[in-house]
């Protein structure tokens, strides 16, 4: 059985930093993406940022991007990602996400997401 625990989420001041791990397991198959979307009340759950696993290559939403680096430990078949420079309008539910095979649809796209984790809040004061 597939499993993604998120971790790492708390409360912190504008412009400081937090690291969110996400820790995979039961997967029989490596996944074609990994990502991390997020949710405010009344809003649609967003991605955030993601990573190819055959390529590599890494994906960021142009509100974090030059912010926030997604990474991946395959050793410990974890997922992480590094948030610098808070903002109040990153205050969200964070969720770990993959998809199991390549569709065509954009990396973005939250009905190609085969796995969710429960999520872990993140709250940004100013």
């Known amino acids: 059985q597939v499993q993604l625990l998120e971790s790492g989420g708390g409360s912190v001041q504008a412009g400081g930093s937090l690291r969110l791990t996400c820790a995979a397991s039961g997967f029989s198959f490596e996944p074609n993406f990994m990502g991390w979307f997020r949710r405010t009340p009344g809003k649609e759950r967003e991605a955030v940022a993601g990573?190819?696993?055959?390529?590599?290559?890494?994906a960021y939403a142009d509100s974090v991007r030059g912010r926030f680096i997604i990474s991946r430990d395959n050793a410990k078949n974890t997922l992480l990602l590094e948030m610098n420079s808070l903002t109040p309008e990153d205050t969200a539910m964070y969720f770990c996400?993959?998809?199991?095979?390549?569709?065509?649809?954009?990396?973005?796209?939250?009905?190609?997401?085969?796995?969710w984790g429960q999520g872990t809040q993140v709250t940004v004061s100013s």
């Open positions: 990573i190819y696993s055959g390529t590599g290559t890494k």
């Open positions: 996400a993959a998809r199991s095979r390549a569709n065509g649809e954009p990396w973005s796209d939250t009905p190609s997401i085969s796995y």
